[in-house]
């Protein structure tokens, strides 16, 4: 799922399908060609995780049921996203995506692969002022 980026026309939210081949990555809208990336042109590829209480369903639950929805409150939801900057000359871009938990590590893996990048944990990235 798109979260944002400088892919042109779309919004966050929307599905995609990225195919990862040697030569090229392209990301398609169902049949639609959205972008085709060299793997040559990725500069950095990134993953982390957001992660939320499921307060929502929680409190969902408390109505039907206090004990459960109490311990609803407790658990943790995990998102995992990846991200990719390019540069092609004069054309800079970047996404962040959304994935699957059963997909993430293969995007990974196919993207560390195809461009000789590894990819670098968001999460364990701290800013020194």
């Known amino acids: ?3 944002g980026g400088s892919l ?3 919004k966050a939210g929307k599905r995609l399908k990225m195919y990862i081949e040697a ?3 392209r990301i398609m809208d169902d049949k639609t060609l959205v972008a085709t990336l060299v793997p040559s042109t990725v500069q950095d590829i990134s993953y ?3 992660v939320h209480r499921r307060i929502g369903a929680a409190i969902g639950l408390a109505v039907v049921s206090l004990g459960i929805g109490a311990l609803m409150a ?4 995990k998102k995992h996203y990846v991200g990719l900057t390019w540069a092609d000359g004069d054309k800079k871009g970047g996404l962040a995506m ?3 938990k059963n997909e993430y590590r293969g995007i990974l893996a196919g993207l560390e692969g195809v461009t000789g990048k590894k990819a670098v944990d968001s999460d364990a990235m701290t800013v020194k002022n």
């Open 23 to 25: 030569k090229e990555i």
């Open 1 to 3: 799922m798109y979260d």
């Open 48 to 50: 982390g995780q957001d």
């Open 8 to 10: 042109p026309n779309l």
């Open 98 to 100: 959304q994935c699957d």
């Open 74 to 77: 407790l658990t943790k939801s």
